[in-house]
């Protein structure tokens, strides 16, 4: 009786003043209502991340002077849970992140881009998403270059950064109380979270489940068997992705190498549906399959 390593791939294709630390509440914030919320329909499985509960800027953030601030909204392990349940389960992508930016301080900021970083705490984390953006006053709404899939290993933080040149306030807040949309990271070393004054951070994130995102439900292949004995690789997929599933390659490995590769074509898989795949190759176990 031999113990069998074995590997199962498959490719898809698929048609408040902080004077110390350098930053304070602008002294005399103008007050902004913001634009109407527009972007393009939502597709299925489309969900909009935040813990605002006011689009109405109440004051805005910045420094006293020449450096870099961040305004970021929190995920933590347990909410990103929550959210991939609300759509069935499916893994989510951050296609999008939206922001304000205080209209009358723009010409402050010489550099901006679209942050998400991840770690157990703000200043323990590891930024992962970094795209340059051109802002507008108001509302910015950025398409992600490449969109983010979240997990629920550590936290998540959503947001942007700006580099002033003088002192300035570009970073709009509204009134809210919530910790996880509060967070302020100044010149990347030290955190500070606003929620307790009563503000919290003007950012949303738009996420969706992915195009492309399958898993293997179940694989019917024993842990054990008979030298000379032919197993058969099959099992069933599920479509978790939100398009459906037209081809995909089935390759099996034991012992780190490639054994047999079948193109499996002609297919309709629809999203939440399962499909049962065998592999036309039996596997021979023989000496070398160990």
């Known amino acids: 009786m031999k113990n069998l390593s074995f590997l199962l791939i498959t490719f898809l294709s698929i048609t408040n003043v902080w004077s110390q630390t350098g930053f304070q509440l602008s002294p005399s914030p103008k007050s902004e209502t913001t634009s109407s919320y527009n972007y393009a ?12 509960t006011s689009e109405t800027m109440a004051t805005a953030y910045g420094l006293q002077g020449a450096g870099r601030i961040a305004a970021y909204m929190e995920l933590a392990p347990e909410d990103i849970t929550e959210y991939s349940n609300a ?11 939206q922001f304000y930016i205080r ?19 703000l200043v ?21 270059n490449q969109e983010y899939a979240l997990d629920a290993t550590q936290s998540v933080y959503i947001g942007y950064q700006v580099t002033s040149s003088k002192e300035g306030y570009p970073i709009g807040v509204a009134s809210g109380n919530v910790a996880k949309q509060g967070w302020l990271y100044v010149n990347e070393n030290q955190s500070v979270n606003v929620a ?20 293997i439900h179940s694989l019917n292949i024993p842990d054990h068997t008979l030298l000379g ?25 034991t012992n780190g190498v490639n054994s047999a590769v079948h193109n499996f074509t002609g297919l309709d898989i629809a999203p939440y ?12 176990i023989d000496e070398t399959k160990t």
């Open 41 to 52: 329909p939502q597709a299925v499985g489309d969900l909009v991340l935040t813990w605002l």
């Open 87 to 97: 759509i069935g389960g499916r893994p989510l992508n951050i296609k999008q992140v």
């Open 124 to 144: 323990a984390s590891t930024e992962v998403v970094n795209q340059s953006v051109n802002l507008t006053g108001g509302w910015n709404y950025i398409d992600l």
């Open 273 to 284: 549906d399962l499909y049962t795949f065998k592999h036309p190759d039996s596997l021979a």
């Open 196 to 215: 307790p004054g009563g503000y919290g951070c003007m950012i949303k994130a738009v996420a969706t489940a992915p195009a492309n995102a399958f898993i």
């Open 103 to 121: 209209t009358d301080q723009l010409s402050v900021v010489t550099a901006a881009h679209v942050s998400i970083r991840k770690g157990t705490s």
């Open 229 to 253: 004995e032919k197993l058969s690789v099959e099992g069933i997929l599920e479509n978790i992705g939100t398009t459906n599933i037209t081809s995909f390659s089935l390759l099996y490995q």
